[in-house]
């Protein structure tokens, strides 16, 4: 047998190949249509180290063969190609695992109502009230009114496309009673993933008052919730 | 009458398209084939087909699978994709307008004669 030169045929092609990841795919291909030329040869009747040379002489100069398909397996493209696939599988399973983690957190989270010592609460309402704006609804959840008059007012707020264009809740509006006073309230929202949650707290609450008004007017966007309050219990 | 490979250049992807759109065929197959068909007037260097089959795969115009030959051995089979099917819609375009005008020229030139 005459591999050896075969070998080295194929050998000085890949030594012109700089792009080494394409290498193997290149020399297989060549050792097939090796061993098929010489097939084709040995049955035509030439013995076998004639079928050797003819299949050597058929394949042309290795030199020119190799120069040419380095110019084809160009290393930047070629490693700028791997580069971009390893980034793109990065990316994937970053933002599979962010975003998978950031959504079981979020939903299984606390809203935050037990932050509030139970001895401290008159009453707590459980709620539902929904509103959306835009692309963004939210959610109130909870209303609790303590010792001290505050009232709390629970409510998660989530952007109803996947990824959202980023519009963030500044004000859940305008917080008044029946009596007619207006509150200010001071809160925390925690934005842990795509839901958040957000706890906002009424200093002095009136405790007459039987109403609790939600209107938001901003934007020309417009709502306006008006939750029933609890009787107190004293 | 044997062509040499310069000569065949632009058109190497003409014929090499042309016959994988019939179908499917590995390196050594098409060699065979052009061969053939053209009554040897193609001696293609078997060594340079690779390098222009590698374009039109790098190209898009063709695609690649493997199958095992007779041998057990892979092979890596070409077919042709859409966008190969198009190209090759063009240059044979391209291909019928260069022959006629060369057809005019030599025409009027033996005409003259």
Do not use: C
Request: proline fraction near 1%; glycine fraction near 6%; avoid cysteine.
């Amino acid at each position: 047998m005459h591999w050896y030169k075969k070998d080295a045929f194929i050998k000085t092609v890949l030594s012109k190949v700089k792009f080494t990841l394409d290498r193997e795919a290149i020399r297989d291909e060549l050792d097939s249509h090796f061993e098929d030329r010489y097939h084709y040869e040995l049955s035509k009747g030439t013995t076998s180290e004639e079928a050797m040379e003819k299949s050597l002489t058929a394949m042309g100069d290795p030199n020119e063969i190799g120069a040419e398909l380095n110019k084809i397996h160009s290393p930047i493209i070629g490693w700028l190609s791997v580069i971009t696939s390893v980034i793109k599988v990065v990316l994937i399973v970053f933002s599979v695992f962010a975003f998978g983690s950031m959504a079981i957190v979020s939903l299984f989270s606390s809203n935050g109502v037990h932050h509030i010592p139970k001895d401290n609460i008159l009453y707590h309402l459980e709620i539902n009230e929904e509103v959306t704006i835009d692309d963004r609804t939210i959610k109130y959840t909870d209303i609790i009114y303590d010792k001290d008059h505050n009232m709390h007012i629970f409510s998660r707020n989530y952007d109803s496309k996947l990824w959202g264009t980023g519009w963030s809740l500044g004000s859940i509006g305008i917080i008044s009673d029946d009596l007619g006073n207006e509150y200010f309230s001071g809160g925390s929202s925690s934005s842990s993933g795509i839901i958040t949650k957000s706890h906002r707290k009424l200093k002095d609450f009136s405790e007459k008052a039987s109403q609790l008004i939600i209107t938001y007017d901003q934007y020309n966007r417009y709502y306006q919730i008006i939750i029933p309050l609890g009787e107190l219990n004293e | 009458m044997s062509i040499n490979k310069n000569l065949l250049g632009g058109s190497a992807a003409l014929l090499v398209l042309s016959l994988i759109k019939e179908k499917d065929m590995y390196g050594f197959e098409i060699i065979l084939e052009l061969e053939n068909r053209s009554d040897q007037t193609f001696q293609l260097k078997e060594g340079t087909l690779y390098p222009i089959l590698h374009k039109l795969e790098k190209k898009e115009f063709l695609e690649t699978y493997q199958l095992k030959g007779e041998r057990g051995r892979k092979r890596k089979y070409y077919r042709i994709t859409e966008k190969g099917i198009k190209q090759l819609d063009e240059e044979i375009k391209q291909w019928t307008s260069f022959k006629s005008g060369v057809q005019k020229v030599i025409g009027e030139a033996h005409a003259l004669v």
